[in-house]
């Protein structure tokens, strides 16, 4: 395999690890007005995610930075081309990290009614976003001969980006439902638990018209299996939720956005952003890519790395892989 | 105005914002690890309170850090996109690499040292700051490594087909000279904000807080910072000296821009202040000091510094016409400034320690008020210092190579620009307001009761509150 192919599949494996991982954070965050009723329940729900956000958020950073190593081209045209959500995403990012480290700061009821509101609307945003993003890099969008973005605002608001950020908004409710439903005790896991089935039910329905969508625009052999797994483990998650075997479930939901974004990568390839013009605009994997000096650096440091950063990521989860409850919230 | 005058804007005031919390988190990740180093050898309860103390400072500090820097790592492509193209095969890589290797170490540490306190065995624990805090400082490497290929490009070649620049050579991108002196430089400056901190608020609890049971514990804090701050000013001092020689030998111009020196000389002295026009051309007062710049740029007192004039008409001829001058009234006085405040650290440091000698207990009004001006001395020599190094740089982006004005998005009109550069200003001037509030509010606090250690084994009682949470 050549080495700009092993760099499209890491970067792949690195969207996919991200949504796979901050999607859940994104869907606690979103799901804080509806299973916190109380200040100590969205305590409870924060804390589920609290000691695992910020490294889950160096996916992203990890995934930026090595698109921009290794497809320039790439990197350079897609983030100056989709300059406004991203702007969006960024500002929301900022507005939630901040708010998860310093809510709990003051003890005042409208201080940590600011900070909510910033988590919420931090995690809604980009969940929307990311999935017109994508949905944008796989339908294609302007770009002239120089693979500049010639398009505007509206061109990235068409009716399948937009089904596509909200497919992602569905499927990272339904993962955050799940995951709270795996991490707490009591009354919010009871909730949150009912909640992941409904929500889980409706993401099922907008995953297989978005998915279907996606491979009338453009597929492969490839595509089309892993979008039939993505949907089969969504159903099984569902399944697996109503018979409250949460492990199952959120195996299951963590699968199905995994094999989503797999699938759109999938059918991608080799394009790694096609134009609706010019198809000389149109960039690959080969004529985005930086040179094979550069890549094969980066393989070898990804190669040693990525296991290891893998192990004590895995391991921080299993340190903290106790269920929490109201119970175990500190008063201060 | 036009959209690279605003995007030049946004970048310099992201940046110099963002490096208002990473020096914080460089010097005090590992501060923060010494304390409780302290504690785990000695057992003495004091450390603890100031690892729980000066922790808490760190980590309100920290997450402002974090979040400004995805915006550094978007901002290339978003903002300067023909730049990215242009460098994406060099500059891409260690930026890349300083997420895997050192930003996934720290973030993931960072959450295992806040919430493991009753999670981890005490060792493990220990190790998690640690762990973070060599991440953070491994951070600042390559992404130092990188500016440095802006400041003195090394290891690449020009595809005279693409016109883009091409890694030939990536152990020589890492060890760029300028990248070497820059490192240690940077982490000195880094030092000297994180032990001035530490000074500041532990003599406020020193003079205004007499009283307290725990002033044994600020005393400790005062002089152990003002120990740091004394070490790093050396090291400062120290680095940029080498810095200023290696400065002078691969870009001459930000030397002779540092002095505003228009005309080679040899011996060239430093002038301290001038008055007069501001870019330095006519002077009605100047302070200077002989063979002092001769000997920064050199190393030897009557070495010979190229003026100005002399280096612009030398680049014209080398590159085409046009103007190779930064902006001289800021290099002038962004190198003065970065200097002096610098120093002046430095000095209240080595007052705080006097006052301290022999177990006096300081109380003076003046040497609090000194001491509370501590910190933000170091901040702004740190600011200005980046401010000097990217505007002496100008019109490059890449020196030599690519100039700033070629580097902007062209996809990317004037209304997007402005949006995004008064959004981020907004959010980042409210996010200031609320985060230096906080953390006075917590340094008021002072060193918390820590009688109840919570069990650190894996005892399980469903119902005990977590020994930190949000």
Redesign the interface.
Known sequence: MDLTTIWFLLIAVLFTGYFILEGFDFGVGMLLPVLGRDDRERRVLINTIGPVWDGNEVWLITAGGAMFAAFPEWYATLFSGFYLPLLLILLALIARGVAFEYRHKRPEASWKRRWDTAIIIGSLLPAILWGVAFANILRGVPLDADHEYVGGLLDLLNPYALLGGATTLALFLTHGAVFLALKTTGDIRERAGALAVRLGAGAAVLAVAFLTWTLDIRSSAAAVVLAVGAALALLGAVAAARVRREGWAFTGTAVAIGLAVATLFAALFPNVLPSTLDAAGTLTATNAASTPYTLKIMTWVAVIFTPVVLAYQGWTYWVFRKRIGVANIPQH | MDALDVARWQFGVTTVYHFLFVPLTIGLSVLVAILQTMWHRTGNERYLKLTKFYGKLF??N???G??????Q??Q????W??Y??F???????P???????A???E??????W???WD??PKRAHLASIWAAAIGTNLSAYFILAANSFMQNPVGYRINPDSGRA???D?PAVLTNKVALITFPHTLAGSFLVAGSLIVAVGLWHVIRNRDSADTGAYRFATKFGSWVVLIASAAVLFTGDIQGKIMTDVQPMKMAAAEGLYTTESPASFSVLTIGSLDGSREVFALKIPYLLSYLGTGDPNGTVHGIDDLQAQYATQYGAGSYTPIIPVTYWSFRFMIAFGLAAGAIALLVLWTQRKGRTPSSKWLLRAGLAMPVLPLLANSFGWIFTEMGRQPWIVFGEMLTRNGV????SLA?VL??FT??TL?YAT?AV?EVK?LL??AKAGVPDVSEQPPTDDADD?????????
């Open positions: 980590l309100i920290f997450a402002m974090v979040v400004t820097g995805i915006v790592e978007f290339f492509g978003m903002n996109s023909d990215s193209r460098v994406g095969d060099i500059f891409g890589a930026l890349a690499i300083e997420a895997l290797v930003f996934f170490l973030s993931t540490f960072i959450g295992l806040i919430f493991g999670r981890l091409e890694l030939t990536f998005s062209r996809s990317v997007e949006t995004s959004a981020f959010i996010l609320i906080l509010r917590y469903a119902e005990r509150p977590l020994a930190f949470a949000y």
